[in-house]
Each structure stands twice: as structure tokens, then as C-alpha cells.
């Protein structure tokens, strides 16, 4: 089973801030498997980036994805009020694991 | 509208049994691997199982096989996950998922998911 490790654990940060995430995998991540979600209170996960960087249908510009192997990291180039919430990277190399979130609060 | 809906979460006690279904609209239901997808209150998302578009293949996590059950009516538009000797870990919000293309995929749709609660 793949570990996914996400860092920080909360991030906290104002409006019009940057944003950077982190994943790290227990082991290399086979073609790029890697996905990034957002979730809100009450709310079912939105897929965000796949494919390590690609953006999926809808997402903003200022969702980046980036990284190979074990390390990638999700970029909030600016961050928009509705971009604080809970956000999870998922791998699926193999059987689908998923990190244990970062939350991105209003500091 | 494109949807996925979730139904049949409840509450049981430890050992009970509970079947979940998903009714997909506005998709084609039949061309996608589908899957569930669990997060326990204030947990983060753990895989539970998925199925192939003809309903043959199946794979589980480890912490469900021998217990849960996933299958599919693609005349229906239908996702189902039946649940036996359920526990208290077992307690989460249970989502259907679309998956992206392949057998293990990004999660690309999602319902608003159904809450399961084993408790005495």
C-alpha cells in the first residue's frame, strides 16, 4: 500500500495569499497517478488536478499541480475566499490510497 | 443534470447488515469502472471498493473483503454496496464515485453521500 503524507497540516493564510501543499508518497508514484481534491463542510470531494498537473473540467487557473516520483505539491497562486476548505491528494498507481488532508484556513 | 445519488445509509448495530445504492442520471452509466469511497466523522477519505463496467471484476480494501459486496445494474444506472457484519469503524459517510477511465483512476463525479452509523 502507497502512504500518502501530506504537510502542513493546516495552513493558515489571508485572501490574495499563495499557497503551496505538499504530498509525499511512501513510494514512487508510477506515472504520475496523483490526484488533488478540495472539500468543503457538508460537501462530497471535487476533483481538482489528476495526473499530477493536469487541471480537471472547470478548475481555475490558479489551481497547479506539480512533482514526480514521491513529492508533489498542489499551488493556490492566489488565494479567492471560496478556496479555504480541506484538500486531499489521492494516488491511484495502485490500489487508491489517499493522504489525510490539509486544511487551508483564514489567518 | 448530471447526478449521482446516494441512498440507504442508516443506522444499525454492530453485526447488522445494510445495503447502499447509487442512481447515476444524465451519464452513461455503462462506459465507467464505479466506485465507493468512505470518510469516517472528521476523518479523511479511504477507497472501499470498485467494479468494472460489465460488473465482472471487483476489488475491495482489505479492511471490507468477506463483509461488503459491491455490484452494479447498468440497465438501472444503479451502484450498489451491500454491507454485512458491519462495525462500529465501520461508521462513515459512504460516497459513489465515478472514476475517471481506468481501474484505478481519479474520482471524477461524486454524490452527496449517504451517513452509515453502527452503534448499539
Known amino acids: 500500500e502507497i502512504v500518502l503524507t501530506q504537510s502542513p497540516g493546516t495552513l493558515s493564510l489571508s485572501p490574495g495569499e499563495r499557497a503551496a501543499l505538499s504530498c509525499r508518497a511512501s513510494?514512487?508514484?508510477?506515472?504520475?497517478?496523483l490526484a488533488w481534491y478540495q472539500q468543503k463542510p457538508g460537501q462530497a470531494p471535487r476533483l481538482l488536478i489528476f495526473g499530477a498537473s493536469s487541471r480537471s473540467t472547470g478548475i481555475p487557473d490558479r489551481f497547479s499541480g506539480s512533482g514526480s516520483g514521491t513529492d508533489f505539491t498542489l499551488t493556490i497562486s492566489r488565494l479567492e475566499p471560496e478556496d479555504f476548505a480541506v484538500y486531499y491528494c489521492?494516488?491511484?498507481?495502485?490500489?487508491?490510497?489517499f493522504g489525510q488532508g490539509t486544511k487551508v484556513e483564514i489567518k | 443534470e448530471v447526478q449521482l445519488v446516494e441512498s440507504g445509509g442508516g443506522l444499525v448495530q454492530p453485526g447488522g447488515s445494510l445495503r447502499l445504492s447509487c442512481v447515476a442520471s444524465?451519464?452513461?452509466?455503462?462506459?465507467?469502472?464505479m466506485s465507493w469511497v468512505r470518510q469516517a466523522p472528521g476523518k479523511g477519505l479511504e477507497w472501499v471498493a470498485n467494479?468494472?463496467?460489465?460488473?465482472?471484476?471487483?476489488y475491495y480494501v482489505d479492511s471490507v473483503k468477506g463483509r461488503f459486496t459491491i455490484s452494479r445494474d447498468n440497465a438501472k444506472n444503479s451502484l450498489y454496496l451491500q454491507m454485512n457484519s458491519l462495525r462500529a469503524e465501520d461508521t462513515a459517510v459512504y460516497y459513489c464515485?465515478?472514476?475517471?477511465?481506468?481501474?484505478?483512476?481519479?474520482?471524477?463525479?461524486w454524490g452527496q453521500g449517504t451517513m452509515v452509523t453502527v452503534s448499539s
Open positions: 444524465g451519464l452513461t452509466f455503462s462506459n465507467y469502472w
Open positions: 467494479i468494472k463496467q460489465d460488473g465482472i471484476e471487483k
Open positions: 513510494q514512487s508514484v508510477r506515472n504520475n497517478y
Open positions: 489521492q494516488q491511484y498507481d495502485s490500489s487508491p490510497t
Open positions: 464515485a465515478r472514476t475517471q477511465y481506468l481501474r484505478y483512476d481519479a474520482f471524477n463525479m
